[in-house]
């Protein structure tokens, strides 16, 4: 029983370390464009500044989610395999 709570503890403390490996992933904020057509004019410059940088901003999202998603599914593998053979060792 004590060897048991022995590995216990050690697989919950490798489960932080594996999770913090996932990226993270954040969506870039909306553009603002102002309702008033005489401010959109004024800001005219700015507000076709945010929108560059958000279409930047949200390629480099998908990106990251693509690499995300890969990382993931590669986990999730490795994890199966995992307890294939950890199901495997315990039947014996």
């Given amino acids: 029983m ?5 590995v216990l503890v050690v697989v919950f ?3 932080p370390a594996g999770s913090s ?3 993270t992933c ?3 904020s909306r553009p603002f464009v102002p309702s008033d ?6 800001f005219g ?3 076709r500044r945010d929108f560059e940088f958000y279409i930047q901003d949200i390629q480099s999202y998908f990106r990251c989610l693509d ?7 590669e986990e999730a593998r490795e ?3 995992e307890y294939g053979r950890f199901l495997g060792s315990v039947q014996q």
């Avoid at 057509?37 to 004024?42: N, T």
């Avoid at 690499?67 to 599914?73: I, K, P, Q």
């Fill in 2 to 6: 004590q060897r048991y709570r022995c």
């Fill in 67 to 73: 690499d995300e998603r890969v990382r993931a599914f």
């Fill in 26 to 28: 954040l969506a870039p």
């Fill in 79 to 81: 994890v199966s395999e």
């Fill in 37 to 42: 057509p005489q401010a959109a004019q004024e």
């Fill in 45 to 47: 410059g700015l507000i």
């Fill in 13 to 15: 403390l490798m489960f």
């Fill in 21 to 23: 490996l996932a990226e």
